[in-house]
């Protein structure tokens, strides 16, 4: 088993700590959405997280303060691209665990989905996604456990 902090939960900013009710009252449920289930769009910037303890080891320039969708993926792809893909393409299957969102960034780049479709994209807790991919990683079967 292997931990990267590369996997953790897209980093919602001012939005932390506040539930989804909150968070509409304060911001409104348009800009609430947009930030949430957007690809491009940030939401305000809180305090460092270098102070979480999770992220002590890290280069701080690396530590965001907000992040959108795509800087999430961003940030995961090239854990994805230096430790998973390697063994995928040696013939080792792959357990990834992970949050919502950074499970959404992933799979908006695995499976080529817009921008804008990813909106729509839900990733259901507990209910793990097998892929069979090709000799060069492209999605051949997708089946999803429940």
């Known amino acids: 088993m292997t931990k990267t902090w590369r996997l953790n939960e897209r980093h919602y900013g001012a939005l932390r700590g506040l539930n989804k009710d909150v968070s509409r009252k304060v911001f409104g449920v348009e800009q609430v959405l947009l930030w949430r289930r957007g690809f491009n769009s940030i939401p305000p910037a809180q305090g460092s997280p270098v102070i979480d303890r999770r992220y002590k080891l890290c280069d701080q ?3 965001p303060r907000a992040e959108s969708l795509h800087q999430t993926q961003n940030r995961l792809m090239p854990y994805y691209y230096d430790h998973i893909a390697p063994k995928l393409l040696n013939g080792e299957d792959q357990l990834i665990v992970a949050h919502g969102s950074s499970l959404r960034a992933l799979i908006k780049k695995l499976e080529n989905i ?12 507990a ?11 492209n999605i051949i079967n997708k089946k999803i456990l429940r």
């Open 114 to 125: 817009n921008d804008h479709d990813i909106v729509n994209l839900e990733v259901p807790n």
């Open 127 to 137: 209910e793990p996604i097998v892929y069979t991919m090709d000799d060069q990683l």
């Open 61 to 63: 320039h690396l530590m």
